[in-house]
């Protein structure tokens, strides 16, 4: 296991099923650079948490589109058994057709780069925000049967934004819209005595 965070995210070229659904042998993740990027590892097509935490992705593409973020998908699985799975109904266990690319890690050198090896052999449940600049800001990684909060990883793209706009920092459970906090021993005590109860 390793942090990414502060680093140039491990860039990669590989198989991948694009949204539109045509297949590349030469999907490039640092084609995306000047975009922020949202990559998430799940462990196997057509298995049981996964369908719901991709299907829970497709929902919030537009969301993340209108927050400038392209979203990646990455399992151990082929090409061809991503484009089998889109092509299954989810009513029949499948996902339907997607809004973003399925990646191929099928010699496991995308997850062995980003450090999310589960024993077993396949990916953690794990995702990561990258910035303009290439740079992972956050990463977060389950343990397989532990299912993703995808509106989490939207409150994160809003408070890097906040924080590249402004230069303030997040406090706990800050929301869009919520205010922060000047990264000073005066600005702490401020945000403190106006918020301390509620946190």
Avoid at 186 to 193: D, F, I, K, N, Q
Wanted: hydrophobic share 45%; with cysteine; aromatic share 8%.
């Amino acid at each position: 296991m390793s942090v990414l965070v502060t680093q140039q995210a491990p860039d990669f070229t590989a198989a991948a099923v694009l949204a539109n659904g045509t297949i590349v042998d030469d999907f490039q993740l640092s084609s995306l650079k000047g975009k922020k990027i949202m990559v998430f590892f799940y462990p196997l097509d057509f298995t049981f948490v996964c369908p719901s935490e991709i299907l829970a992705h497709h929902h919030r593409v537009a969301q993340f589109a209108e927050k400038g973020v392209e979203v990646v998908g990455i399992s151990v699985d082929s090409q061809f058994t991503h484009n089998a799975w889109r092509n299954t109904a989810p009513a029949d266990g499948g996902l339907g057709a997607i809004d973003f690319p399925l990646v191929a890690d099928t010699d496991h050198s995308i997850m062995q780069a980003y450090g999310i090896v589960h024993p077993a052999g396949i990916a953690l449940r794990a995702s990561f925000l990258i910035d303009e600049e290439f740079t992972v800001r956050h990463q977060v990684v389950n343990d397989l049967p532990l299912g993703r909060n995808v509106d989490e990883m939207l409150r994160m793209v809003d408070a890097l934004d906040f924080h590249t706009t402004h230069g303030e920092v997040c406090p706990a459970g800050w929301n869009k819209g919520d205010e922060g906090m000047k990264d000073t021993p005066e600005g702490v005590a401020e945000y403190l005595a106006k918020n301390a109860d509620d946190l």
